[in-house]
């Protein structure tokens, strides 16, 4: 079974409005953690933002936020403000504290187009 | 800032060859991973080191082995190349701990093999 979903394959937004990517997870372990990366065109994976599963509130870094509905299993990236350099491909990305060793484990990916 | 510098961007190479894929971090991290990125599937592990000389199996190590002789170095081995090895490589490193384990990539090798 997938544990990471992320069913848009690509997105379009207009710079300057806000844009919400989503990301189902499935988990048995209560202690987990949710990232999100961004891999622009250059190749490089770039940290975005990480969520506990023990967090009471959710994430923000900057512009990006992350909508945790923990009871739905989902982990959305908010991008408020769209920027042209906002294009890229978005990952979501889980990693299982207790069960998961070392692993991370990713999504399909979202591709992300800001129009101007 | 955290730098994981992989040798290669781009590297082409021809069915049955050895190819090596070096990445070399600078933060001293513990863990070190090797994914192959392929469109629709999104990151697979291949291998991860916690250690120096410690590695263990990801998801898809099929055809790949691995070395970590020091640290900062973990190098990818592909024995034998296929052309269904061709994909896009990405070296990452991370601490060891429970905040987060951020993990931190290289800008990945792009292999063809012809």
């Known amino acids: 079974a997938q544990k990471i979903t992320q069913t848009q394959p690509g997105m379009f937004v207009q710079e300057k409005e806000a844009v919400t990517l989503d990301c189902t997870y499935d988990?048995?372990?209560?202690?987990?953690?949710l990232f999100w990366y961004k891999q622009p065109s250059s190749g490089e994976m770039i940290f975005l933002i990480y969520?506990?599963?023990?967090?009471?509130q959710n994430a923000t870094e900057g512009r990006y936020s992350l909508n945790f509905q923990k009871a739905r299993k989902s982990a959305n990236l908010v991008i408020s403000a769209s920027q042209l350099g906002d294009s890229a491909m978005y990952f979501c990305?889980?990693?299982?504290?207790?069960?998961?060793?070392?692993?991370?484990?990713f999504g399909a990916g979202t591709r992300l187009f800001v129009k101007a | 800032d955290v730098k994981v510098t992989q040798s290669s961007r781009y590297l082409v190479k021809r069915t049955g060859e050895k190819v090596f894929l070096e990445c070399v971090q600078d933060?001293?991290?513990?863990?070190m991973f090797w994914y192959r990125q392929d469109p629709g599937l999104g990151l697979r592990l291949i291998y991860f080191?916690?250690?120096?000389?410690?590695?263990e199996k990801g998801d898809i190590p099929e055809g790949y082995s691995v070395s970590r002789e020091k640290k900062e170095r973990f190098s990818l081995i592909l024995e034998s190349a296929s052309t269904n090895q061709t994909s896009m490589y990405l070296c990452?490193?991370?601490?060891?701990?429970?905040?987060?384990?951020?993990?931190?990539f290289g800008a990945g090798t792009r292999l063809s093999v012809l």
């Open positions: 990452a490193s991370s601490l060891v701990g429970l905040a987060g384990n951020i993990q931190y």
């Open positions: 988990t048995s372990d209560p202690s987990y953690g």
């Open positions: 969520q506990g599963s023990y967090d009471q």
């Open positions: 933060m001293d991290h513990e863990n």
């Open positions: 990305a889980m990693r299982e504290l207790n069960t998961g060793g070392f692993k991370t484990i």
């Open positions: 080191s916690y250690d120096v000389k410690m590695k």
